[in-house]
Protein backbone atom coordinates (compact mmCIF):
# COMPACT_ATOMS: atom_id res chain seq x y z
CA UNK A 1 0.00 0.00 0.00
CA UNK A 2 2.85 2.48 1.05
CA UNK A 3 4.94 1.44 -1.81
CA UNK A 4 2.13 1.76 -4.38
CA UNK A 5 1.62 5.31 -3.03
CA UNK A 6 5.49 6.60 -2.71
CA UNK A 7 5.38 4.92 -6.44
CA UNK A 8 2.45 6.90 -7.61
CA UNK A 9 4.06 9.90 -5.84
CA UNK A 10 7.58 9.68 -6.58
CA UNK A 11 7.63 8.41 -10.19
CA UNK A 12 10.70 5.97 -10.35
CA UNK A 13 12.57 6.27 -13.60
CA UNK A 14 15.90 4.37 -13.45
CA UNK A 15 19.37 6.38 -14.43
CA UNK A 16 20.25 5.70 -18.03
CA UNK A 17 23.32 3.22 -17.41
CA UNK A 18 25.62 1.70 -19.72
CA UNK A 19 25.34 -2.54 -19.87
CA UNK A 20 27.68 -4.23 -18.12
CA UNK A 21 30.32 -5.83 -20.41
CA UNK A 22 31.08 -9.37 -19.94
CA UNK A 23 34.65 -11.36 -21.59
CA UNK A 24 33.23 -13.60 -24.53
CA UNK A 25 34.25 -16.73 -22.43
CA UNK A 26 32.04 -15.38 -18.95
CA UNK A 27 28.79 -14.68 -21.30
CA UNK A 28 29.50 -17.71 -22.72
CA UNK A 29 29.27 -19.56 -19.52
CA UNK A 30 26.37 -18.11 -18.80
CA UNK A 31 24.37 -18.25 -21.77
CA UNK A 32 25.07 -21.80 -23.27
CA UNK A 33 22.22 -23.49 -22.29
CA UNK A 34 19.45 -21.02 -23.57
CA UNK A 35 21.87 -21.09 -26.98
CA UNK A 36 20.17 -23.78 -29.17
CA UNK A 37 22.77 -24.41 -32.59
CA UNK A 38 19.85 -23.01 -35.17
CA UNK A 39 18.92 -19.03 -36.12
CA UNK A 40 17.51 -18.13 -33.30
CA UNK A 41 17.00 -14.48 -33.99
CA UNK A 42 16.34 -12.16 -36.78
CA UNK A 43 20.15 -11.02 -37.11
CA UNK A 44 21.18 -14.48 -37.57
CA UNK A 45 18.72 -15.29 -39.51
CA UNK A 46 19.69 -12.39 -41.99
CA UNK A 47 23.37 -14.02 -41.11
CA UNK A 48 22.72 -17.47 -42.45
CA UNK A 49 20.74 -16.80 -45.36
CA UNK A 50 23.93 -14.40 -46.60
CA UNK A 51 26.58 -17.45 -45.42
CA UNK A 52 25.00 -19.98 -47.56
CA UNK A 53 24.45 -17.57 -50.74
CA UNK A 54 28.76 -17.54 -50.56
CA UNK A 55 28.79 -21.12 -49.64
CA UNK A 56 30.18 -23.73 -51.91
CA UNK A 57 29.40 -27.24 -52.05
CA UNK A 58 30.59 -29.47 -49.07
CA UNK A 59 30.36 -32.79 -49.76
CA UNK A 60 33.22 -35.14 -49.07
CA UNK A 61 35.21 -32.11 -47.53
CA UNK A 62 36.76 -31.28 -44.24
CA UNK A 63 35.12 -28.69 -42.09
CA UNK A 64 36.54 -26.68 -39.39
CA UNK A 65 33.30 -24.75 -37.34
CA UNK A 66 35.80 -21.81 -36.31
CA UNK A 67 34.37 -20.47 -32.53
CA UNK A 68 31.40 -23.28 -33.06
CA UNK A 69 29.29 -22.42 -30.19
CA UNK A 70 26.50 -25.19 -29.89
CA UNK A 71 27.91 -26.38 -33.80
CA UNK A 72 25.36 -24.31 -35.77
CA UNK A 73 27.61 -24.81 -39.20
CA UNK A 74 28.96 -27.95 -37.97
CA UNK A 75 25.58 -30.07 -37.97
CA UNK A 76 24.86 -27.59 -41.22
CA UNK A 77 28.24 -29.29 -42.91
CA UNK A 78 26.80 -32.44 -41.57
CA UNK A 79 23.66 -32.17 -43.83
CA UNK A 80 25.51 -31.12 -46.65
CA UNK A 81 28.05 -34.38 -47.15
CA UNK A 82 30.91 -33.12 -45.39
CA UNK A 83 33.22 -36.34 -44.52
CA UNK A 84 34.82 -35.29 -41.23
CA UNK A 85 33.50 -31.56 -39.07
CA UNK A 86 36.04 -30.79 -36.50
CA UNK A 87 34.80 -27.87 -33.72
CA UNK A 88 36.96 -25.42 -31.90
CA UNK A 89 36.28 -22.79 -29.46
CA UNK A 90 37.01 -21.38 -26.78
CA UNK A 91 34.01 -21.55 -24.22
CA UNK A 92 34.01 -25.23 -22.68
CA UNK A 93 30.43 -24.41 -21.86
CA UNK A 94 29.25 -23.70 -25.36
CA UNK A 95 31.25 -27.10 -26.65
CA UNK A 96 29.39 -29.09 -23.38
CA UNK A 97 26.44 -27.93 -24.95
CA UNK A 98 27.03 -29.38 -28.47
CA UNK A 99 26.27 -32.48 -30.32
CA UNK A 100 29.47 -32.63 -32.87
CA UNK A 101 31.23 -35.82 -32.24
CA UNK A 102 34.92 -34.05 -32.56
CA UNK A 103 35.45 -31.10 -31.09
CA UNK A 104 38.34 -29.11 -28.88
CA UNK A 105 38.28 -26.46 -26.74
CA UNK A 106 40.81 -23.55 -28.13
CA UNK A 107 41.03 -20.12 -29.22
CA UNK A 108 40.92 -19.00 -32.96
CA UNK A 109 44.34 -17.54 -32.25
CA UNK A 110 45.67 -20.95 -31.92
CA UNK A 111 44.15 -23.15 -33.51
CA UNK A 112 45.13 -27.02 -32.57
CA UNK A 113 45.10 -28.05 -36.39
CA UNK A 114 48.23 -28.87 -38.46
CA UNK A 115 49.30 -26.37 -41.68
CA UNK A 116 46.63 -27.57 -44.64
CA UNK A 117 44.44 -29.64 -42.93
CA UNK A 118 41.32 -28.07 -43.94
CA UNK A 119 39.54 -27.94 -47.19
CA UNK A 120 36.56 -25.71 -45.57
CA UNK A 121 36.49 -23.27 -42.80
CA UNK A 122 33.14 -21.99 -41.16
CA UNK A 123 33.53 -19.00 -38.93
CA UNK A 124 30.15 -17.67 -37.94
CA UNK A 125 29.50 -14.24 -35.31
CA UNK A 126 32.88 -15.05 -33.86
CA UNK A 127 35.88 -12.77 -34.92
CA UNK A 128 34.60 -9.68 -33.41
CA UNK A 129 35.01 -11.45 -30.22
CA UNK A 130 38.68 -11.32 -30.61
CA UNK A 131 40.47 -8.40 -30.42
CA UNK A 132 44.02 -9.93 -32.55
CA UNK A 133 41.75 -10.76 -36.14
CA UNK A 134 45.74 -10.45 -38.05
CA UNK A 135 46.50 -13.36 -35.82
CA UNK A 136 43.18 -14.64 -35.97
CA UNK A 137 43.23 -14.77 -40.01
CA UNK A 138 46.88 -15.95 -39.87
CA UNK A 139 45.91 -18.99 -38.69
CA UNK A 140 43.10 -19.37 -40.91
CA UNK A 141 45.36 -19.29 -43.81
CA UNK A 142 47.80 -21.42 -42.26
CA UNK A 143 45.61 -24.72 -41.41
CA UNK A 144 43.48 -24.18 -44.74
CA UNK A 145 44.78 -26.48 -47.40
CA UNK A 146 45.09 -24.58 -50.64
CA UNK A 147 42.20 -24.26 -53.12
CA UNK A 148 40.29 -23.92 -50.11
CA UNK A 149 38.25 -21.25 -48.45
CA UNK A 150 36.82 -19.77 -45.57
CA UNK A 151 33.53 -18.19 -44.56
CA UNK A 152 33.52 -15.13 -41.63
CA UNK A 153 30.39 -13.51 -40.90
CA UNK A 154 30.83 -10.50 -38.37
CA UNK A 155 28.37 -7.96 -36.32
CA UNK A 156 28.58 -5.25 -38.86
CA UNK A 157 31.01 -2.36 -37.58
CA UNK A 158 28.54 0.23 -38.81
CA UNK A 159 26.20 -1.00 -36.13
CA UNK A 160 28.25 -1.47 -33.31
CA UNK A 161 30.14 2.25 -34.17
CA UNK A 162 26.29 3.57 -34.02
CA UNK A 163 25.56 2.14 -30.68
CA UNK A 164 24.51 -1.53 -30.79
CA UNK A 165 25.86 -3.67 -28.81
CA UNK A 166 25.69 -7.69 -28.95
CA UNK A 167 23.53 -8.38 -25.51
CA UNK A 168 21.79 -11.64 -24.36
CA UNK A 169 19.48 -11.82 -21.17
CA UNK A 170 20.96 -14.06 -18.95
CA UNK A 171 18.80 -16.89 -16.86
CA UNK A 172 18.96 -14.42 -13.35
CA UNK A 173 17.14 -11.74 -16.06
CA UNK A 174 20.13 -9.52 -16.08
CA UNK A 175 20.72 -8.12 -19.55
CA UNK A 176 24.42 -8.15 -20.09
CA UNK A 177 26.85 -7.18 -23.33
CA UNK A 178 29.60 -9.69 -24.74
CA UNK A 179 32.79 -7.67 -25.37
CA UNK A 180 33.03 -7.10 -28.83
CA UNK A 181 36.11 -5.44 -31.23
CA UNK A 182 34.80 -4.03 -34.07
CA UNK A 183 36.92 -4.86 -37.27
CA UNK A 184 35.95 -2.32 -40.56
CA UNK A 185 36.66 -3.93 -44.18
CA UNK A 186 40.27 -2.36 -44.29
CA UNK A 187 41.67 -4.49 -41.26
CA UNK A 188 39.71 -7.74 -42.89
CA UNK A 189 41.58 -7.10 -46.34
CA UNK A 190 44.86 -5.88 -44.19
CA UNK A 191 45.23 -9.19 -42.25
CA UNK A 192 43.71 -11.65 -45.27
CA UNK A 193 46.34 -9.55 -47.49
CA UNK A 194 49.24 -10.59 -44.94
CA UNK A 195 47.99 -14.72 -44.25
CA UNK A 196 47.56 -14.80 -48.46
CA UNK A 197 44.13 -14.94 -48.30
CA UNK A 198 41.99 -12.66 -51.18
CA UNK A 199 38.76 -11.81 -50.47
CA UNK A 200 36.26 -13.08 -53.06
CA UNK A 201 33.08 -12.24 -52.26
CA UNK A 202 31.47 -9.85 -49.58
CA UNK A 203 27.91 -9.24 -48.52
CA UNK A 204 26.50 -6.81 -46.26
CA UNK A 205 23.15 -7.88 -45.91
CA UNK A 206 20.43 -5.57 -44.12
CA UNK A 207 17.37 -6.56 -41.72
CA UNK A 208 14.26 -5.59 -43.44
CA UNK A 209 11.65 -5.12 -40.70
CA UNK A 210 8.87 -5.65 -43.16
CA UNK A 211 9.45 -9.65 -42.86
CA UNK A 212 11.38 -9.49 -40.00
CA UNK A 213 14.51 -11.39 -40.40
CA UNK A 214 14.64 -11.46 -44.31
CA UNK A 215 17.90 -9.84 -46.51
CA UNK A 216 16.47 -6.79 -47.80
CA UNK A 217 17.47 -6.23 -51.26
CA UNK A 218 17.74 -2.50 -50.75
CA UNK A 219 18.16 -0.70 -47.41
CA UNK A 220 14.73 1.02 -46.54
CA UNK A 221 14.42 4.09 -44.84
CA UNK A 222 14.02 2.09 -41.52
CA UNK A 223 17.28 -0.52 -42.25
CA UNK A 224 20.03 1.82 -43.63
CA UNK A 225 22.70 0.29 -41.94
CA UNK A 226 23.66 -3.43 -42.87
CA UNK A 227 23.70 -5.40 -39.79
CA UNK A 228 26.44 -7.71 -40.31
CA UNK A 229 29.38 -8.59 -43.04
CA UNK A 230 30.00 -11.68 -44.31
CA UNK A 231 33.38 -12.66 -46.25
CA UNK A 232 34.62 -15.63 -48.41
CA UNK A 233 38.60 -16.10 -48.06
CA UNK A 234 40.21 -18.34 -50.84
CA UNK A 235 43.41 -20.19 -50.34
CA UNK A 236 45.24 -19.34 -53.76
C1 LIG B 1 27.79 -15.67 -31.36
S1 LIG B 1 28.48 -17.21 -30.90
C2 LIG B 1 28.37 -18.04 -32.47
C3 LIG B 1 28.45 -19.53 -32.36
C4 LIG B 1 28.38 -20.25 -33.71
N1 LIG B 1 29.53 -19.93 -34.51
C5 LIG B 1 27.12 -19.86 -34.44
O1 LIG B 1 27.24 -19.11 -35.42
O2 LIG B 1 26.04 -20.28 -34.02
C6 LIG B 1 30.21 -16.84 -30.78
C7 LIG B 1 31.06 -18.03 -30.41
O3 LIG B 1 32.42 -17.67 -30.56
C8 LIG B 1 33.16 -18.21 -29.49
N2 LIG B 1 34.39 -17.42 -29.35
C9 LIG B 1 34.49 -16.10 -29.05
N3 LIG B 1 35.77 -15.71 -29.05
C10 LIG B 1 36.50 -16.81 -29.36
C11 LIG B 1 37.89 -17.05 -29.52
N4 LIG B 1 38.78 -16.06 -29.34
N5 LIG B 1 38.32 -18.28 -29.83
C12 LIG B 1 37.39 -19.30 -29.99
N6 LIG B 1 36.07 -19.14 -29.86
C13 LIG B 1 35.62 -17.90 -29.55
C14 LIG B 1 32.23 -18.11 -28.30
O4 LIG B 1 32.60 -18.97 -27.25
C15 LIG B 1 30.90 -18.49 -28.96
O5 LIG B 1 30.70 -19.88 -28.91
Not at 105 to 124: N, Q
Request: charged fraction near 20%; glycine fraction near 6%.
Amino acid sequence: MLTQLLRRLLPFRPPKRELHTLTSVDAYARWATSYPPNAHNALMQVEERAMLSLMLPLDGKTVLDLACGTGRYGLLAWDRGAKMVIGVDNSPDMLRANSLSCKVLAGVTAIPLPVDSVDVILCGLALGHEKQLDVALAEIGRVLRKGGYALVSDFHPFMFLSGARRTFQASDGSTYAVEHYPHLYGDYHRAAWAANLLIEQVVEPHLDMETNGTVASAPTKATEAPIVIVYRLFKP
